[in-house]
């Protein structure tokens, strides 16, 4: 009986077996025959996850063959049931033998139907932009061609880098009071243009109390750096928002942002005015909070950090390292004189913004010489005179090679290194203490020679081919060796600008330095032959333009102008000091931007 039992046991465990073994082949079998019918859905999906779109089908006996972009798919006939165009949406829809479907974004006709919205002015501080919804027909990006009111000329073109089939399309340099007219056009992800349409979008007039006005005076348009013009204007004065705007080479105004329409950037003083960081966003430091802040195009606030709570105060300049980090010139709160008053203007940092953190702190009175200073002369107005307290007057900031760059209204031109030592000064030599002598650089002419008169080696004098920055701004490294300068003229020669019969101008020049043989050169310089048309005894700035090569000069207060007291933006070719495009901007003020920049509206990011 026992054994009888294990027999039939065994026995039905192996039919078991059998049965279960069956049905897995069965399954199996099945499963096969599902893949092999949907293989041909799977390669559909594919293109379609990689963006591309169809362009045909190709009906044949026994296949379709559906000819996307970028190759073809072989698709059994018995695999479709049924098959129904929608160019009007760009779409055909697939049901499948398995009862499954499919939608294959497809080559069509209009776009029209993508604009799911249009958005005037979404931060309610930029009147010049607008934001657009769009849902493409599959991955892809836009590219956005704002119409020229004039002609092509006038065009402002961006491809965006969203490749995502729903976005929000960001729109810039509209016309202020004008029916705006912008293309988008549906590209693939490489730019390549695949259908595009055309919306309206209609803007206020913009009415603004004593806003600048300007004039272009020479445009040669056809030899210019492309480009917009971003004009860091203050206000009606230091104290009073800031109110930057853009305009194009043809002097139409294409971008502004009314701060004080913003809850966070009502009082925002950005002295020198907005610098493009890398990933596309503004920083500027804000004087009237003691703050750096950083802002998007449209106006909003992304994000801040408080300067006061790190004991120091904003004067004049910021700058993104290559690192990352910020440079910055400031007042230190806590820095005294040896009598215990106050000493300001006199300090540079160096600030982590991802983390908030001081990285490093020098202090200009352990670098150069505090005793230099010039007593008042009775002419020049206390705002611009030397005084103890403010005896460097630090002005600019950024980088030459590994080593740092900067500007003093009252102490030239300068570079030290991250451990805080001095390497060279290019200044007048007159009143620099023994200490200082081996740093500072011996003067050569543009021609090649030793300057050895020593009223020009003093700066009581200059050559043709040679003078030193007198108050300079924004150093801007060409090279490791070659420095673009704004030479101010503030008091050139030791002679104030505002005595009877002084003839004050500014330049531009462009220094080589060779730091072994402790020499500077003078390479070229535009502006003398200007005069007042160019003069700006303090703010103002240079910028080399990396297409053309081509300088910007930019005179920013009490310049004399056709139109009134303000400022001046001229575009130079140094090889041949031809005129590129010279604007004049005026202002009630006088005070006409802390800086100019030329640089594409839309950075290469957005």
């Known amino acids: 009986m026992i054994s009888m039992q294990r027999t039939c046991s065994i026995s039905f465990v192996s039919v078991l077996s059998s049965i279960c073994l069956a049905l897995l082949l069965f399954s ?206 203050p206000g009606q004065s230091e104290l009073d928002t800031s109110l930057p705007y853009m305009i194009d080479n043809e002097g139409e105004l294409r971008w502004l942002l009314l701060l004080k329409k913003s809850p966070d950037l009502q009082k925002f003083a950005g002295s020198i005015g907005l610098k493009r960081t890398k990933k596309g966003t503004f920083i500027s430091g804000d004087q009237s909070q003691q703050r750096v802040v950083e802002m998007d195009l449209f106006g909003n606030l992304v994000n801040q950090w408080d300067l006061a709570k790190l004991g120091y105060g904003f004067h004049h300049e910021i700058t993104e390292a290559a690192n990352g980090n910020f440079l910055i010139n400031v007042t230190k709160a806590s820095a005294r004189l040896n009598n215990g008053e106050p000493r300001i203007n006199d300090f540079v940092i160096e600030l ?156 531009v020049v462009e220094y080589k330095v060779d730091p072994g043989n402790r020499t500077v050169q003078q390479v070229w310089s535009y502006g003398k032959d200007r005069g007042a048309q160019g003069f700006s005894q303090a703010i103002s700035g240079v910028q080399y333009l990396g297409q053309t090569g081509h300088i910007l000069f930019c005179p920013g207060m009490g310049v004399a102008t056709s139109i009134g007291s303000g400022g001046r933006v001229v575009e130079i070719d140094p090889k041949t000091k031809e005129v590129i495009f010279d604007l004049e901007v005026a202002t009630g003020s006088g005070t006409a931007f802390h800086r100019v920049t030329r640089m594409p509206l839309y950075p290469e990011n957005l």
């Open 28 to 233: 199996c079998k099945k499963d096969r025959e599902t893949v092999n019918e949907l293989s041909s859905k799977l390669l559909l999906t594919s293109k379609i996850d990689a963006g591309e779109l169809l362009l045909e089908v190709d009906q044949h006996e026994q296949e379709y063959v559906f000819n996307f972009e970028k190759g073809a798919v072989n698709v059994p006939a018995k695999d479709i049931l049924k098959m129904t165009l929608d160019l009007e949406h760009w779409r055909t829809n697939l049901s499948f033998s398995d009862a499954s479907e499919l939608i294959v974004p497809t080559k069509g006709s209009s776009l029209d139907f993508i604009v799911e919205s249009i958005k005037p002015d979404p931060s309610g501080y930029n009147p010049l932009s607008a934001m657009v919804n769009v849902w493409l027909p599959t991955y892809g990006r836009v590219r956005v061609t704002v119409r020229g009111k004039h002609g092509k000329l006038g065009n402002i073109t961006h491809l965006c880098s969203d490749d995502t089939p729903r976005q929000n399309v960001p729109i810039l340099g509209l016309y202020a009071d004008y029916d705006n007219v912008v293309d988008l056009a549906f590209t693939d992800r490489e730019g390549n243009e695949r259908g595009s349409t055309t919306i309206h979008i209609t803007t206020q007039p913009v009415t603004l109390q004593d806003f600048p006005k300007w004039k272009i005076v020479k445009g040669q348009t056809e030899k210019m750096e492309p480009g917009i013009n971003l004009v860091s204007y």
């Open 352 to 507: 982590n913004p991802q983390t908030g953190v001081l990285v490093n702190e020098w202090d200009l009175a352990k670098q150069l010489d505090t005793t230099r200073y010039s007593k008042p002369d009775g002419i020049t107005p206390p705002a611009f005179s030397q005084s103890p307290n403010n005896w460097a007057h630090n002005n600019s900031i950024t980088e030459i090679g590994e080593d740092l760059l900067a500007t003093a209204r009252y102490q030239g031109i300068f570079s030290f290194n991250h451990m805080g030592m001095t390497q060279w000064i290019i200044s007048p030599h007159k009143n620099w203490g023994a200490k200082y002598q081996h740093l500072l650089l011996k003067p050569i002419a543009e021609d090649g020679t030793m300057i050895t008169d020593q009223a020009v080696i003093n700066g009581d004098a200059a050559v043709a081919g040679f003078d030193w920055p007198w108050g300079p701004h924004t150093p801007v490294a060409l090279s490791k060796d070659r420095i673009l300068v704004f030479d101010n003229g503030y008091n050139r020669q030791w002679k104030s600008n505002f005595a009877p019969g002084v003839n004050s101008y500014s330049r």
